[in-house]
């Protein structure tokens, strides 16, 4: 009798895989804080510290286009689902202070917002369309992200997310949810 060796699966990490895309470790977000005065910038810092203990779990709007203002409900909706996971949920907006604040209202006091007026984040995602859903890795890896409003698209990266952290997904589309659509040019 022979014995047959079981064959050894490889893998790769997520830096050698080149269908992995790795955001730049010199990616600075700039979260929107409250101050003694009102809405400002925080400090800005580099991807890799906000990856330390969490992924991010972010959707990425432009407050001066209607079709990031029609997903907002449904973007609450789906992030809310991921509150109490190793998911940092969070909004991109891309804009200042100011018009985050505007548009995303009683929002900014909710959830973790990054302000990205120049569309560095944008960039370094590689997004082509907004509103969009990017889900990051503790590594700095796009593990899953969507572009416009697909609901089975942004289905499959809230299944990527629950996926990672051992959390329950959710059914895309919702009640209320919009009919797909097309995003906006992402670089404005």
């Known amino acids: 009798m022979v014995a047959v060796q079981a064959p050894q699966l490889a893998t790769l990490s997520p830096v050698a895989d080149p269908t992995v895309q790795q955001l730049p470790t010199e990616l600075n977000l700039t979260p929107l804080v409250a101050d003694g005065r009102g809405w400002g910038l925080g400090q800005s810092r580099p991807i890799m510290d906000w990856l330390t203990t969490f ?11 209607n079709e990031s203002s029609w997903i907002l409900r449904s973007a609450t909706r789906i992030l809310e689902q991921f509150r109490s996971s190793h998911a940092r949920i969070n909004f991109i907006v891309t804009a200042g202070a100011e018009d985050a604040r505007a548009f995303l209202g009683p929002l900014t006091e909710e959830y973790l917002v990054f302000c990205d007026p120049d569309r560095s984040a944008v960039k370094a995602m590689g997004l082509t369309e907004l509103p969009a859903f ?7 890896a796009v593990a899953a992200k969507t ?42």
């Open 134 to 140: 990017v889900f990051t890795r503790v590594d700095g």
């Open 55 to 65: 992924h991010l779990a972010s959707v990425v709007l432009d407050p001066y286009t």
């Open 147 to 188: 572009e416009g409003w697909q609901p089975k698209e942004w289905e499959a990266v809230a299944d990527a997310i629950a996926d990672v952290t051992s959390w329950t997904s959710l059914d895309i589309p919702g009640a209320g949810d919009p009919g797909p659509f097309s995003g906006s040019p992402a670089l404005g």
